[in-house]
């Protein structure tokens, strides 16, 4: 059966921003324990910059990024979902926002961080796009505008969450795992291989990067 693409859609934004459009669920309930357990590992630290990866493609990671996202801001704490994947990014299509400009175009210079930020109108939400899709999307993010960008939003939010691409397809997850205070590896249970998963804790650990959760998600 093929749905329209307007039922199609607005299925999509239902399934994607479950946190937001359903929050008496028991999937919301859900993303909420994992926001819970992630203040506990973090304590009362502040600013803490998390990054959200997955093994391999359509394990549900951006989706678990968005949603662990809204339940923080839910419980009024102020937060930024960066959009890392600069290959092929996807937040700004659970969002519905438009990718213009963004990470990347921050990181050449062309537009200031103010100028590009976007409020979710969720809580106090904001989001950071990924922008105009670069040649060099490693460089980018090994560059010290980088390091300079992360040190300015660590003092503007309470906590930062970057959506990354699979860390064991490209070189960028592992920078990013090093500019973060910790990782979250989101796996599939119908689609993560094993050895996957232990390959991907070897590389964020040769990346010196802390693993401070693993999420098993049931299905896409």
Known sequence: MVLSKRKSESAVRKRNLIAYTNPESIISEQYRTIRTNLYFING?????????????????????????????????EKVLLIDGSLRNPSVHHIFKTANNTGLTDILTGKVSFEETVLSSEIGSLDILTSGTIPFNPAELLASEMMKQLLQKVSSLYDIILIDSPPVLEVTDTKILANLSNGVVLVVRKDKTKMESAIESRKVLEYAKSKIVGVILNEKN
């Open 44 to 76: 009362e630290r502040k600013s803490n910059t998390l990054l959200i990866t997955s093994p391999g493609k359509w394990e549900g990671k951006s989706t678990t990024a968005s949603n662990i996202a809204v339940s923080m801001a839910q419980q009024k």
